[in-house]
């Protein structure tokens, strides 16, 4: 157990560590884009939805991947 410890949390940017993940989706009908580390996939995939159907209202959907470290000092993360 690490008592008084201070963390940080911040965008995982370790050795292998995924980017994050996009979907759009359409708030009118809920079809959505394909999940995608880029950028364009979901865009052009709203923009496409909207000129076929003219929906016009859009969430984007962001999974990022985190990593808590401990402060200088504070050693590794515990064992389970």
Request: charged residues 20%.
């Amino acid at each position: 157990m690490i008592k008084k410890a201070t963390w940080t949390l911040g965008a995982d940017h370790s050795q292998g560590a995924s980017p994050p993940i996009r979907e759009i989706e359409c708030t009118t009908c809920q079809d959505r884009s394909e999940a995608s580390t880029d950028q364009l996939g979901p865009d052009s995939w709203a923009l496409h939805h909207a000129g076929l159907t003219g929906h016009t209202g859009y969430r984007e959907i962001v999974t990022a991947f985190l990593r808590a470290t401990p402060g200088p000092g504070k050693g590794q993360l515990p064992t389970p």
